[in-house]
């Protein structure tokens, strides 16, 4: 037990405290104040330190955790598009039709229809929702609707006309207008000829922004979420936007997430003229890694890959690749590091030779690394022999294990017998390079409970397929939870967080059961009790 001299605040007992020790019994109980933990100890101990104004919460037996830590979230879209169509429950094409149809009857003609998250792989005919399809249910509004993993989305008549896509409409690069037979737009759209179409859309107004930003923060302490890193899309428009919101949020003490937030590589010039470096900021809001993407996405099949798909060609880069290493060494020498987005099996070993070529030169220059480590963002599908690779490299690997559960149809259809290097985790760990996970929200629910069963069992969270898929790759629900919270704190130069121990920010989640010693099967439907941020509970609901 340690204590400050600060006064308790609020003191937790009757609970177990994951990663806290004391000689040979669990800890049951912590004294908080001033943002962080001044005390762990036996139930006697900490209630001894109980003083006028403390606020002491039974736990009831129940386990808490170090706030969780989501390493990669669109955050900025998530929030906004919170308010629109939710298609992840959609189980068939016509149930999409329908849900169009219903939103179509509650708007003004000509209002935006948009939404996400339908997955065409887990329906029976396995369609996608071309123009046809959309007319048919909103002929009157503009309809976007992006699949699942963000590379693809399904847009209406209306929609391109708003857009100005038409037969004439050049692909633009990195991307592709799907067309029939005639020449025309089939409504279907790759990559960044999605961004044609959602820059017709009016932006939403600062307050909006903030708004949801506000409203998506309470949602992520539902979830035990406390610390986030906001990713930039491609070609992102909404940057600045987004950026602006934190800051407004942070200036005014609202902001209840700890943020970093990334920066587009495509702006890389600019950035390094203003002298901006990775990890400037506060304990709340950072600026985080610059953004590039190597390839695309399985699901759009532009994941960049070494043998074709069993349905389609190799995918694509979205990217030169030497053009990319010498971003990667630019920012690098500036102090700047990077995240590059890297899903096929070529995407990832491209990139491996361009942090390889770097570390040797680090090597034979003597030059100082960034602050903090570049990282590899998916690294979802990569040959064993890169994987071997990862060793010497000295990057961070972000990983999302509940994306794997959406994907598990797809890559048996699109890979066949090669879906046993995607999503290797265990492999990946073994390497003993960082691995943090990640939901990518909102390609998947920002839950890491549903994460970390994913990653702990290799199934959805209904318990299939039986005994789990490529179950080699399956890792300990301890790891799980570390990579969750310690090791993204802990790469990030965050040590006062991602740990339960006196002296830590008191950012914790407390679960309604011990996931670390229960049933993986249970893990799923286990909730989050409460979540502190800044050792203020902001989320309660016992």
């Known amino acids: 037990m340690t204590i400050t001299g600060a006064r308790p605040e609020i003191i937790l007992f009757n609970g177990v405290f994951a990663g806290s020790i004391a000689a040979n019994s669990p800890l049951e109980a912590a004294a908080v104040g001033g943002g962080r933990i001044l005390a762990l100890g036996r139930d006697d101990e900490i209630l001894r330190l109980f003083g006028r104004g403390t606020e002491t919460v039974d736990l009831g037996g129940r386990l808490v955790v170090p706030g969780f830590i989501d390493t990669h979230i669109h955050f900025y879209e998530w929030a906004l598009q919170r308010r629109g169509l939710s298609l992840d429950d959609i189980a068939s094409l016509d149930a999409l039709i329908s849900r169009v149809r219903d939103a179509a009857g509650q708007r003004a003609p000509g209002e935006w229809i948009m939404g996400q998250g339908w997955n065409e792989t887990d329906w029976a005919e396995r369609r996608m929702p071309t123009r046809e ?19 693809l989305a399904a847009a209406n008549s209306a929609a391109l006309a708003e857009a100005g896509i038409g037969a004439d409409t050049p692909d633009p690069p990195e991307g592709r207008i799907e067309r029939d037979e005639q020449g ?19 932006p939403p107004g600062a307050d909006q922004v903030r708004d949801a930003f506000t409203a998506a923060a309470g949602a992520l302490h539902r979830r035990g979420v406390t610390g986030i890193h906001d990713v930039r899309l491609m070609a992102d428009r909404d940057g600045g936007r987004a950026f602006r919101a934190f800051q407004r949020l942070d200036q005014e003490a609202r902001l209840d997430l700890r943020a970093w937030v990334t920066l587009p590589g495509q702006r890389l010039d600019e950035i390094i003229g203003l002298g901006l470096r990775t990890g400037f900021g506060n304990d709340r809001l950072r600026i985080g890694h610059v953004k590039y993407f190597s390839d695309g996405g399985m699901g759009a099949r532009t994941a ?6 069993l349905d389609a060609e190799r995918g694509m880069p979205l990217m030169d690749m030497a053009e990319l290493a010498r971003d990667i060494d630019a920012a690098d020498r500036a102090g700047l590091s990077v995240m590059v987005h890297a899903v096929g099996d070529r995407a990832n070993r491209e990139l491996i030779d361009i942090f390889d070529a770097l570390a040797s030169e680090r090597t034979r220059s003597g030059r100082a690394r960034p602050a903090i480590p570049h ?39 699109a890979l ?8 290797p985790f265990r492999q990946l760990m073994d390497t003993g390079a960082p691995v943090m996970f990640s939901s990518d929200c909102p390609v998947c629910d920002p839950a890491p409970l549903l994460g970390m069963h994913a990653a702990v069992t290799r199934q959805r969270a209904d318990g299939t397929p039986p ?27 965050a040590g006062d967080l991602g740990v339960i121990a006196p ?10 059961e011990n996931i670390l010693a229960a049933p993986p099967p249970r893990m799923p439907g286990a909730s989050v009790d409460m979540t502190l941020f800044d050792g203020r509970i902001v989320y309660r609901r016992f």
């Not at 960049?304 to 798909?309: F, M």
């Not at 789990?468 to 570390?482: H, N, Q, S, T």
């Open 133 to 151: 399809v959309l007319d048919c249910a909103a002929p009157d509004h503009p309809v976007l609707l992006w699949r699942c993993d963000l590379h």
């Open 184 to 202: 025309e737009p089939t409504g279907i759209l790759r990559e960044l000829a999605i961004n044609i179409v959602r820059r017709a859309v009016a």
């Open 416 to 423: 066949g017998e090669k879906g046993r290097w995607t999503y």
């Open 375 to 413: 990282r590899i963002e998916h690294v979802q599908m990569i040959r064993p022999e890169d994987v071997e690779r990862l060793r010497r490299l000295g990057v961070a690997l972000c990983v999302t294990p509940a994306n794997m559960t959406l994907d598990i149809n797809l890559i048996d259809m």
């Open 503 to 512: 002296g830590k920010r008191a950012d914790l989640a407390v679960l309604s």
């Open 304 to 309: 960049w890959l070494i043998d074709p798909y």
């Open 467 to 493: 005994g789990g898929w490529y179950p080699d790759a399956r890792v300990a629900p301890a790891e799980a939870l570390k990579a969750y919270t310690e090791t993204p704190a802990s790469v990030h130069g």
